[in-house]
């Protein structure tokens, strides 16, 4: 089991993590950051293996992976 923690004004809202997480537990939030861009959301369901693919796919190292 993992969690991870997303650093939301490192953020640009590409959305390359929320199209590489196996298990979609990540999700673009409404509400904007403080650049104005949509951030992205951890909805921890649970089924979050740390497997850190979506902290790997960053560019902007906004995804901290804890396992
Ligand atoms: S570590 Fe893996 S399973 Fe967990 S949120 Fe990131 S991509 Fe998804
Ligand atoms: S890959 Fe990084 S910058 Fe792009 S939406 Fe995810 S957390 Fe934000």
Do not use: W, Y
Not at 8 to 21: A, M, S, V, W
């Amino acid at each position: 089991m993992g969690k991870i923690a997303i650093d939301r004004e490192r953020c640009k809202g590409c959305q390359l993590c929320l199209i590489t997480c196996p298990k979609k537990m990540i999700r673009l939030a409404e509400d904007f950051n403080d650049k104005g861009f949509h951030f992205v959301l951890f909805e921890n369901s649970g089924e979050c293996t740390g497997c850190t693919m979506c902290g790997q796919i960053c560019p902007d190292m906004a995804i901290e992976v804890f396992k």
